[in-house]
């Protein structure tokens, strides 16, 4: 207990920004379609980016920032030709890459950065393909690794966040499987 409440005075603003994150990511995982997903986890990915930046987990901040434009890429898939090419995953993927490899070798993060590679790396894909039910079992595997990356950065809320999401992510899971 001790712990957080040390985190949370060293770094409210921070907490708060990431408290604002956890409503708006929980609730993406209730949308209907991918795109739904992708568009509610792009506003949740501007709030993380602030978040995690405060805390000075570096790569977990630039790969919300992708995130965020990965999300606004995704959401106009179907709606815009551009945005319907099937490189956007692959270009995503090595971008999320190259930032980790920025912050690993500039920042000195240490080797969570590969938590949050690995799990932004699989979220590409998770959020790029039609099969809603597809996208959320690998939203599962996507939130245990930024659960364990949150842990080790000292993030309130996205500990939190990863927990809850991962109870949303198998009520829609349980849900859709009741549906014809």
Do not use: K
């Amino acid at each position: 207990m001790n712990e957080l409440v040390r985190l949370v005075a060293e770094h409210p603003v921070a907490q708060a920004l990431g408290l604002i994150a956890l409503v708006v990511t929980c609730l993406s995982y209730q949308a209907r379609t991918t795109r739904g997903i992708a568009l509610r986890q792009a506003v949740g990915s501007f709030f993380w980016t602030a978040h995690l930046l405060l805390l000075g987990a570096w790569t977990g901040g630039l790969l919300n920032l992708l995130g965020l434009v990965r999300g606004s890429v995704y959401s106009q898939r179907g709606e815009r030709a551009w945005a319907s090419r099937p490189f956007w995953p692959w270009l995503f993927g090595a971008l999320c890459v190259g930032a980790a490899a920025w912050a690993g070798l500039t920042q000195g993060e240490g080797p969570r950065l590969l938590l949050s590679v690995a799990a932004q790396c699989l979220g590409c894909y998770a959020l790029w393909t039609a099969r809603v039910r597809l996208a959320r079992i690998l939203l599962v595997f996507v939130s245990l690794l930024w659960l364990v990356y949150d842990m080790l950065s000292g993030s309130i809320p996205g500990t939190l966040c990863e927990i809850l999401s991962q109870v949303s992510l198998y009520a829609a899971i349980a849900r859709n499987r009741r549906t014809p």
